[in-house]
């Protein structure tokens, strides 16, 4: 049993609207599993579709951070925030793009001890003060990204990223939403095993 | 001059893709300014049209929230963020709404002084209790909706409108957002003394 | 309503000592009403008395800080400590003294936003030390001052109007105070238009 | 050495204006040596005199809080703002009014172990309350007080006194106030033994 | 590379006194490796040999708490001091004596959203009273245990558990102490197939 | 009366293991008194031995701390645990080795007061790092530590005390721990006139 009530049942998702109904059975297909964050939001079908729009915007945008480098972000940032969908989640997710079992495990107990290179340290720490302290960001944040070799359109990706799950953060704790079980494991063992 | 540099200029209206430019257009004829948000945002068009469209979903849902209440939770949930942009954009269209010209002020310095009912002071902590701490939402929290006669539906509502501010907050935030300076006088006087 | 009942009524400025009452009622010729700060206090005359004698010698002071830059510490510091009535009277003053009629908004809501000097944002600084953390003053906040060309003496008067406030505050929020309607309005439009 | 150069010079006695000089003296005749209180805001004598007719508006006031409760107070908030000064001078007086030797140094450090009534832990809630987060007074805090036979007049003088000692914590803080030697001991051992 | 440099270098298990060698030897017989918390407390006998005993006499104590359930306050309390060592290490052996794979990651995440009985949510809820404000321990926390069928002996072996690991989570901070790489994935995969 | 109950009795003294028994005693003999420390461990004789050998690890071991500055670190640590048993009986140990009877009130207030030396300071703030946030502990706290002399095995002293006391103020807070009436006064007055 869970400590708080899940107050939003999932719809079927033969109910759901055409596009949607295509675009879940598609993961299905693609992951063999359904994330319960799309089960989830889409009792509420134009909340999903900008969610899904606004999540792919930043994951999916060509820039000068790597795949793994935003998954960093999000599970730095969904740590401090209590969101254990999006740290089991998106761990698996990072587990698998940066080929480090441990990455997401160390980034979401204490990013002072995360295996990362000094300039994803930096990236974290901008990451976190949007999270954490918004209201203080000042020059002297933007300078130690600059210190590392990131521009200003480097910070607001970043920064964008923090932004977008501290939405999504909320949702998962306000929605109850629970990781399915696939993503525990997953990227913590080689394939093969996995598939065996 | 401001404390934090503006490191994120705005585009030339008449260079975005022309969807923006036609619902920019549409605003500035409708409000006589552009708000800020619109500028600073739409240097990234598909951050900006999911950004539209959550908050259209959000804020235009016919629901058992009046439109000045659901401006009550951006208000209050923006100021724990100290975010200047939001507190005074949506501040003026709470004043508008509710014909209230206390009523932002109010909330934006301490709910508990504001001139709400006890249902809207439950709303009020519900909202609160996903921006601030949602890591620790209870049954406790939705039974308090309850007794004043909220659903789980008007819950998500609430919270869902305090989490999509918790994302716009921090990109004003990060994004150095000033308030265009129209908002800071809208709603406080009777309308045909301004137009006079 | 308001969510905090009124416990303390104010009394009939008649009833009061000769001394108070001339003072009330010269207030009330000068400024059109009489603050409610001085009506909630007068139930204590000595405690009046002195919360009077005080303000006045910090905020009549001649010093190197001008009359709006006294008022901005007290917008800032009541802001933290989420004093309604603070905010939203002493905003009035300071949008009359400044002659800036957003200053008052921006250091309530994030001063790190608003349209200030530096040498002004390093006052305001030091000012929130004192109102939150007065126990870890530093000789590095000292020295914070005098780069911006502040003297110890400086200091004092800028501290002092923060620990002042740090009272004033706190029996606003104890006796719901709460802000003369006139408050909210004064200095943001142009004199003419108030009385025409 | 100290950690915070002390920058305010105390100003000769024979200086100062003469009420102030007389009552200095005064002080000095009956307690056998000057407070360094006095010493510190006597540079500044108008908020000086406003001070002290702050603080005897108070704590000389006869009302249902004895004196030994009165410094109760002053002790337990002074040492939630850190000020040094006001714990050692204030635990010496209320040692000497209540006659328990270890009821300061409970206070300043856990008031939950303080060897208290239950009404006087209540008094010391409420206070702390007043201290630390004004803004969320509620209802439910004059209740509390009112379980234990406190009037709201009551609640205005239990508070009243924490926000006096919000000023007066952060003025000491500020000005590297320095208790006397003579508070330390004062109070702990018998009268006889300490003038033997 | 780790963001905190490693300024204790563990000695050679051979260097070691005789009783810390053998202990060390047979530890890594049993388990396959020797847990680096052993590797780096060795540098210092005294403090080792007292942590061990410590340690032993609280979590190999029969007592009406399970083994798993003296884990679960393990990895809760270690997660809100951000040990990265302690989540890992406890979380895999937590993980073998629940039998349930996915609890140690949800308690490190969010315990609210943990699958644990409501009288488990209870005894955690008491832990992080001792891990976070021990100073503000009531006679309530006592009776909510009291609620859950937990007695004043079972108060104090929760309490003890999660101030063993007050200590060890700050010893591990300081020292850089990172996981065993086997920690990882320990427990989550059936034995037969780690094995195979 | 206080305001926690007291739910572990101490155990008759007679009723002990020998050698529990025979330290007692010879403590008694030594110090006039037992302090509770030792009445109330000694209900669990296994905790009870840990606990004094990883106590006498970490105060007797002989390095680069003076007797004093080990507890000094003590004092500070336990003020911000809130743990009035270990702020009284150490601050009285304290008083004994330092000679200096202001040094424990002002460590247990504000150590930003307290007559102590530069190195004495930057001690004090890397033990306070340990005690309020480990997780943070970063190259830049072990480098100021190196500006004032201090070595990495210096570091691990003063953090392993502050984290020692993380334990041990929390078991006081868990147990009611109160202090022997001695301690209050111990070190305060000249011995011979706390003889005579």
Known sequence: M????????????NSLPGDMKDML???QEKSG??????LKLARRPDEFRAFVAYHDALMLRENSLSKAEKEMIVVATS????????????GA????????????DQLAANPAKAEITPRQRAMIDFAMMVAIDSAEIADSDFEMLHEHGFTDDDAWDIGAIAAFFALSNR???L?????NEEFYLMGRVPREKKKG
């Open 79 to 90: 740590a401090v925030n209590g969101c254990l969908y999006c740290i089991v989640a998106h």
């Open 171 to 173: 949702m998962a704790n």
């Open 33 to 38: 599993f359904v994330p319960n964050v799309f």
């Open 175 to 179: 929605s109850n939403m629970m990781p």
């Open 93 to 104: 997710i990072l587990r698998i793009y940066s080929k480090n079992p441990r990455l997401a």
């Open 25 to 27: 059975l598609e993961v």
């Open 2 to 13: 869970t400590a708080q009530t899940d107050r939003y049942p999932v719809p079927d998702i």
